[in-house]
């Protein structure tokens, strides 16, 4: 309990904060580092992808000792310097499964989109004809 009470502050402060102002001060240079920015850009790619797997997951998992200490040891292993976990990760893991899948994950991404612009059609139609 008291782990995840400190935890929780420093997964934001180490996996959010932090790294969102590393990747403002990238963006922001009069010439930005193309190198920083693709590293930055792999980092939120991860977290999100992370985060996300980490929703689904986390009700079978999150009761494991030191969980939430794994996670922030995750998020700081991603961009700290010496390690350079967002190259290994994202190239080893992240990208050469998507490469292999891009095709399924855009032929499905375009089947939700036409799914959603149906379904919010029909709910327009719907709120139409009730405010008559």
Known sequence: MMGSFLSTPLLMVFGYAYPAYECFKAAEKN???????????????????????????????????????????????????????TDYVYNVSLRPYVAKHEKEIDLNLLKLRIKARDISLLFWEKAAILSK
């Open 31 to 85: 010439k930005p580092d193309t190198e920083q920015l693709l590293f930055w850009c792999q980092y939120w790619v991860l977290v999100a992808v992370f985060t996300v797997g980490d929703r689904v997951g986390d009700t079978f998992i999150s009761w494991l000792p030191m969980y939430s200490k794994a996670k922030l040891a995750f998020f700081i292993y991603l961009w700290y310097p010496k390690t350079k976990g």
